[in-house]
């Protein structure tokens, strides 16, 4: 029986595809997730840095950016 044989062959060759396939969509989906929490975390780093940077120049006494001279004068 070769036709056995072959049918069964090309099943374990289907299901190591498969399980390869699982394994790599489990994967990259673990990846996004991960860069998605990256990314949130970035946002929320920002966000506290443009924050921080708003209280800096609301500060009476602050000189604007432009009035400010350089170091080296």
Same mark, same amino acid.
């Given at each position: 029986? /070769?036709? #056995?044989? @072959? #049918?069964?062959?090309? +099943?374990?060759? !289907? =299901? %190591?595809?498969?399980? *390869? @396939?699982? &394994?790599?969509? &489990?994967? +990259?989906?673990?990846? %996004? %997730? =991960? &860069?998605?929490?990256?990314? #949130?975390? !970035? ?5 506290? !840095?443009?924050?921080?940077?708003? %209280? !800096? =120049? #609301? ?10 001279? /350089? /170091? *080296?004068?």
């Amino acid at each position: 029986m /070769p036709a #056995d044989d @072959t #049918d069964a062959d090309r +099943l374990a060759e !289907l =299901e %190591t595809r498969f399980v *390869h @396939t699982e &394994q790599a969509l &489990q994967d +990259l989906s673990d990846m %996004t %997730t =991960e &860069q998605w929490a990256a990314i #949130d975390a !970035l946002k929320r780093e920002v966000r506290r !840095l443009k924050d921080q940077i708003a %209280t !800096l =120049e #609301d500060r009476p006494g602050a000189a604007a950016p432009e009035d400010e001279k /350089p /170091p *080296h004068y």
